[in-house]
């Protein structure tokens, strides 16, 4: 039998947003990213996949060389602002709201690291991959070995 003390306590959207919110600065001002649910985040993924699929392929980038991946990021990052201020403003509706205001006033420079801020919010494992490669790396080859 299950009684009221046993059943998890249910948490609003507030509280479960509020963990993970990243503030950050335009021009001044300061506005929230808030994490996205499941299926908002892999929309907003599949949608930057798509508009920077073309610019990897021009640029013949292999998903496993982070070489070749950095190399394509730099060139998204420096030859392609306007579409980093378009996936960011796709990312929150604050911001969106107040682009005409954030262009007058912030710098490119800014847009960049919030940008970073929200792929940071759209990719949360990416600092476990990152860690379970650090990881690898102080491992002696020959204890990866299976043979």
């Given at each position: 039998?299950?009684?009221?003390?046993?059943?998890?306590?249910?948490?609003?959207?507030?509280?479960?947003?509020?963990v993970?919110?990243?503030?950050?600065?335009?021009?001044?001002?300061?506005?929230?990213?808030?994490?996205?649910?499941?299926?908002?985040?892999?929309?907003?993924?599949?949608?930057?996949?798509?508009?920077?699929?073309?610019l990897?392929?021009?640029?013949?980038?292999k998903p496993?060389?982070?070489?070749s991946?950095?190399?394509a990021?730099?060139?998204l990052?420096?030859?392609?602002?306007?579409?980093?201020?378009?996936?960011t403003?796709?990312?929150?509706?604050?911001?969106?709201d107040?682009?005409d205001?954030?262009?007058?006033?912030?710098?490119d420079?800014?847009?960049?690291?919030?940008?970073?801020a929200?792929?940071?919010?759209?990719?949360?494992?990416?600092?476990v991959?990152?860690?379970?490669?650090?990881?690898l790396?102080?491992?002696p080859?020959?204890?990866?070995?299976?043979?």
């Open positions: 039998m299950t009684t009221e003390n046993d059943k998890p306590q249910e948490r609003t959207e507030e509280q479960i947003v509020s993970a919110t990243v503030r950050v600065t335009l021009g001044g001002s300061t506005y929230e990213l808030k994490p996205k649910v499941i299926n908002e985040a892999a929309r907003w993924r599949e949608k930057l996949l798509n508009r920077v699929a073309p990897f392929t021009a640029l013949d980038v496993d060389d982070p070489e991946f950095s190399i990021l730099q060139a990052l420096l030859n392609f602002p306007d579409l980093i201020c378009e996936l403003c796709d990312w929150s509706d604050g911001i969106r107040n682009l205001k954030i262009k007058e006033e912030a710098t420079q800014e847009m960049v690291t919030v940008f970073t929200v792929l940071s919010l759209a990719y949360p494992f990416s600092f991959v990152a860690t379970m490669g650090q990881l790396k102080s491992v080859a020959t204890a990866r070995s299976t043979n």
